[in-house]
Antibody
Framework: QVQLVQSGAEVKKPGASVKVSCKASGYTFTGDYLHWVRQAPGQGPEWMGWINPNSGATDYAQKFQDRVTMTRDTSIRTAYLELSRLTYDDTAVYYC?????????????WGQGTLVTVTS | EIVMTQSPATLSVSPGERATLSCRASQTVRSRLAWYQQRPGQAPRLLIYGASTRATGIPATFSGSGSGTDFTLTISSLQSEDFAVYYCHQYNDWPDTFGQGTKLEIK
């Protein structure tokens, strides 16, 4: 079955960077866009951007444009999210999610999530 | 960006009864609206897309309706596993945006 497995929880200081991985299995990795969505405590999800695993093309939400990088390694079927210049407001669970249909940006399945805590 | 407003924030319903959740968009999203279920400690799960199409494996107890700016998710005959938080998500306009959620709790 389609599965996305993410890396473990991270604790970072303000100003640092974090890199989260998302390993895909059960489908053709290069066939579907992967999205990153984060969810702060008690809040609704927030879309961050997508990567086309085939070409490496990306699209980022304007809010994160200057400090987010999404990459992939097709040889190991893994996508990465890197977020720099972390602040306390970046404390959240970060999810990768497969684009469910080629023509619509709905997400299924999602990875299990990676908690990133920013603390001094 | 489009703001998605869900109501109520919390809904208390007895098992076996019907629940009706609402989602309103700040401008039209046509039918490009999805619903997700999130159980405690889990990732969201896609229930409905295209406002009314159930995703693979989603039971017929879940139904969606609406278009434009007003949408409804109906869950008939609530089971224990249905008590969770539900989010709506518009994908008509960039960037995609989500509502703040409705928590469905046992009455």
């Amino acid at each position: 079955q389609v599965q996305l497995v993410q890396s473990g929880a991270e604790v970072k200081k303000p100003g640092a960077s974090v890199k989260v991985s998302c390993k895909a299995s059960g489908y053709t990795f290069t066939g579907d866009y992967l999205h990153w969505v984060r969810q702060a405590p008690g809040q609704g999800p927030e879309w961050m951007g997508w990567i086309n695993p085939n070409s490496g093309a990306t699209d980022y939400a304007q809010k994160f444009q200057d400090r987010v990088t999404m990459t992939r390694d097709t040889s190991i079927r893994t996508a990465y999210l890197e977020l720099s210049r972390l602040t306390y407001d970046d404390t959240a669970v970060y999810y990768c999610a497969r684009q469910y249909l080629s023509t619509t940006t709905v997400f299924d399945p999602w990875g299990q999530g990676t908690l990133v805590t920013v603390t001094s | 960006e489009i703001v998605m407003t869900q109501s109520p924030a919390t809904l208390s319903v007895s098992p076996g009864e019907r629940a009706t959740l609402s989602c309103r968009a700040s401008q039209t999203v046509r039918s490009r609206l999805a619903w997700y279920q999130q159980r405690p400690g889990q990732a969201p799960r896609l229930l409905i897309y295209g406002a009314s199409t159930r995703a693979t494996g989603i039971p017929a107890t879940f139904s969606g309706s609406g278009s434009g700016t007003d949408f409804t998710l109906t869950i008939s005959s609530l089971q224990s596993e249905d008590f969770a938080v539900y989010y709506c998500h518009q994908y008509n306009d960039w960037p995609d945006t989500f509502g703040q959620g409705t928590k469905l709790e046992i009455k």
